[in-house]
């Protein structure tokens, strides 16, 4: 932790001031969620994209990110615009879905590849879901329910606790069971897959910064170790699977072959690293990476 003496902008908020400051952002969360809730399907994507594109104007910094990447996958500038667009429509999907839609949902919904899970099931056994970022990623639990396969996730505690109590609820409308950050947090997961359960991972991003190094469209960065690690462990496949959104309404969803438990590590993490640029390469600008995600990218500002 920094033990700094803090100057005076970074002396801590009253802790009422905190108080008011959270519930004022879940205030303001609770009205978005009402206004949107109650328009129709095609409105929530047009505000979306309108979103995204006003979010590409005035961000600078993500839209200079989005360029690089968009140039990584061999897409032309202007896929950094669709990037945005994609995201925009996620966000406003996300605030927008309610239980009572779920079943709509799962009706506009194409997937390719669902005898890919019942080979990563065979035996009952559980298996290491591995997603991008990339369309809704949270509708993937659709095919869960509808397979009657138990969905586990993880969620990032929040300074926010009414915010991450909301997350947690959303997440259990698609069906997703979900496991908090923590010092538990390995031993849960793998009781999971012992449970014959999927525990869904998004591993594009190493946002921990512990990550094992691969190459990821053609440069070296780090991705998440923990697939690799929670399948070596409980001697489970790795399923990639990725939920893309359909031109209009709908969303489709292609699921990979599954890759055996990995032996190495390294192997391991290399092998999920293709498999992702594999997916991802299906609609670049449906990925919503904004971030730095290569050391080049932290080099260049």
């Known amino acids: 932790a920094d033990r700094r003496i803090p100057i005076r902008d970074e002396l801590p908020l009253h802790p009422d001031v905190t108080a008011l400051k959270q519930w004022l952002a879940y205030s303001a969360l609770r009205v978005g969620l009402a206004v949107l809730g109650v328009l129709p399907e095609p409105a929530i994507r047009w505000l979306g994209r309108l979103g995204g594109r006003l979010w590409y104007l005035l961000d600078g910094k993500r839209r200079r990110m989005a360029l690089r990447h968009m140039r990584r996958v061999g897409e032309p500038p ?34 390719e590849g669902i005898e890919n899970i019942w080979a990563a099931r065979e035996g009952g056994r559980g298996a290491v879901v591995v997603l991008p970022h990339v369309g809704n990623w949270e509708a993937a639990a659709l095919i869960g329910v509808h397979e009657q396969i138990p969905v586990v996730a993880v969620a990032e505690r929040l300074a926010n606790r009414r915010i991450t109590e909301w997350f947690t609820r959303q997440r259990a409308m698609f069906g997703i069971e979900i496991v908090l950050t923590g010092k538990r947090l390995t031993p849960a997961l793998l009781q999971a897959l012992e449970q014959g359960k999927f525990v869904c991972l998004l591993s594009d991003r190493d946002l921990s910064g512990r990550g094992l190094e691969v190459e990821f469209f053609g440069e070296t960065t780090t991705l998440p170790a923990g697939p690799v690690v929670l399948a070596r462990k409980a001697r489970v496949p790795i399923l990639p699977v990725a939920v893309f959104f359909q031109q209009g309404a709908g969303h489709r969803a292609v699921i990979r072959p599954p890759l055996p438990p990995p032996d190495d590590l390294a192997e391991g993490i290399q092998a999920v690293a293709r498999e992702l640029e594999e997916l991802i390469r299906l609609d670049p600008t449906q990925w919503h990476l904004v971030q730095p995600n290569w050391p080049s990218d932290r080099a260049s500002g």
């Open 78 to 111: 202007s896929a950094a615009v669709a990037v945005f667009e994609s995201y925009g429509r996620y966000w406003a999907e996300s605030l927008w879905v309610r239980p009572r839609r779920l079943p709509a949902m799962w009706k506009r919904m194409t997937v």
